[in-house]
Structure formats: structure tokens, C-alpha cells
């Protein structure tokens, strides 16, 4: 069974510092999906950024950026120029194979993220 | 991008009674809609997968009867919460996918419901 890892229960970043929340995933599919989403206290998750197993390339969407190490199985989201507005749990997801229909993200435990003026 | 809609956002109902949660994909077809829980500080599980036309699939450990999920259409599925009792409170919410999409399969977020079971 697939399984994801954050072992950062809370992190802390000063505004305009970048910081790192880290993610390690166990698979055994060589074709997977790796994700990342905020949720702020508000509830609703966001979407941020994806990763294919595939992909040659890090992912990037604006200030996020994702430090995929294949062979560590690491997914690492990094947050540039931290604003106030970034505090809230983030969550690593991995899309779990299946044989029909969509696949089922099963997530980590999350990250809580204090972004300090 | 794609929204999704859920209602209520917030329910608070009285013990025994049956809630009804709605999820609506608002600019984009979903032929299997999923439904999960998260209790307070803890991830996201999956309770079923919702299947437009089909009966939804539950995950091990989640009781059919008493969370009654129906797909009707290719952009509603309702989850109702059958004689509530305190424990079911918790935060519910659910995603879809664009069936139509290729490639990224990022599923998208209702904006969660908060039940309170008194």
C-alpha cells in the first residue's frame, strides 16, 4: 500500500524567507502522481502544485516549486518569498493506483505552516 | 480553474436526525466525484468514491447504510449522514475530477462541510 510522510508536524518562516516541507512517499507503482495542497482555517483544500513520476523536470507554479528526488522518494514543496497569507496546513498527497476509475489521493498527515511578520 | 460547491458549509443537527451534503462540480463534468473525512488536526480519509449512474464505492470500514451517497448526475453527488449521533461530527468534504481532462489528474476541492451533531 502506498504511504506518504510529513514528519514536520509545524513549521515557522519569517516573511519574504523561503522554506521547505518536507515529504516522503512509499510506492511500488512505477507510475504515480505526487501532490500538494493548502488548507487554510477556512477548511477548503487548494490545490498547489503536481508532480508526475515522469516528469524529467521539477514542477514549478509561481512561488512553489516542488524538489522531486525520485530515487529518495522525496517530494518537497518549496514555498519562495513567504507571505503572511501562506500560514495554513499543508497536506502531500500521492495518487494511488487503481484498477478502474480515478485513482484515490491518500495524504500525509500535514505540515502547519506559521508565516511571522 | 475548475470549481466545485459544496453545501452547507456548516450543519449543526440534532441527534438521530439525517443530514444531506451536496457537492456540485460548477464548470466541468465529473463522472466520479469522492467523499472524505477529516477529524480536527488529523489528514483527509477517503469514505467512497462517488460514480455517476453506479452505486458508490466505500472504503473498508465505512458504513454503507449509514452514509447514504447517491451520483445522479454528472455534476451533483449528495452524501447524507443517516441518524446522526455526536460521533459523526467532523468535517466533511469532497473533490471531482474533469472527466475530460488529460494528463495533470489534480482533483479538485469542495469547500468542506462542518457538522456538529448535538
Known amino acids: 500500500a502506498q504511504k506518504i510522510t510529513q514528519t514536520q508536524p509545524g513549521m515557522f518562516v519569517q516573511e519574504k524567507e523561503a522554506v521547505t516541507l518536507d515529504c516522503t512517499y512509499d510506492t511500488s507503482d512505477q507510475s504515480y502522481g505526487l501532490f500538494w495542497y493548502k488548507q487554510p482555517s477556512s477548511g477548503e483544500m487548494i490545490f498547489l502544485i503536481y508532480q508526475g513520476s515522469y516528469d524529467e523536470q521539477n514542477a514549478t507554479e509561481g512561488r512553489y516549486s516542488l524538489n522531486f528526488q525520485k530515487a529518495r522518494k522525496s517530494a518537497n514543496l518549496v514555498i519562495s518569498a513567504s507571505q503572511l497569507g501562506d500560514s495554513a496546513m499543508y497536506f502531500c498527497?500521492?495518487?494511488?493506483?487503481?484498477?478502474?476509475?480515478?485513482?484515490?489521493?491518500?495524504f500525509g498527515t500535514g505540515t502547519r505552516l506559521l508565516v511571522s511578520p | 480553474g475548475a470549481v466545485v460547491s459544496q453545501h452547507p458549509s456548516r450543519v449543526i443537527c440534532k441527534s438521530g436526525t439525517s443530514v444531506k451534503i451536496e457537492c456540485r462540480s460548477l464548470d466541468f463534468q465529473a463522472t466520479t466525484m469522492f467523499w472524505y473525512r477529516q477529524f480536527p488536526k488529523q489528514s483527509l480519509m477517503l469514505m467512497a468514491t462517488s460514480n455517476e449512474g453506479s452505486k458508490a464505492t466505500y472504503e473498508q470500514g465505512v458504513e454503507k447504510d449509514k452514509f447514504l451517497i447517491n451520483h445522479a448526475s454528472l455534476t451533483l453527488s449528495t452524501l447524507t449522514v443517516t441518524s446522526a449521533h455526536p460521533e459523526d461530527s467532523s468535517f466533511y468534504i469532497c473533490s471531482a475530477r474533469d472527466s475530460w481532462a488529460v494528463g495533470n489528474t489534480e482533483a479538485f476541492f469542495g469547500q468542506g462541510t462542518r457538522l456538529t451533531v448535538v
Open positions: 498527497a500521492m495518487r494511488e493506483r487503481r484498477n478502474t476509475g480515478f485513482q484515490k489521493l491518500v
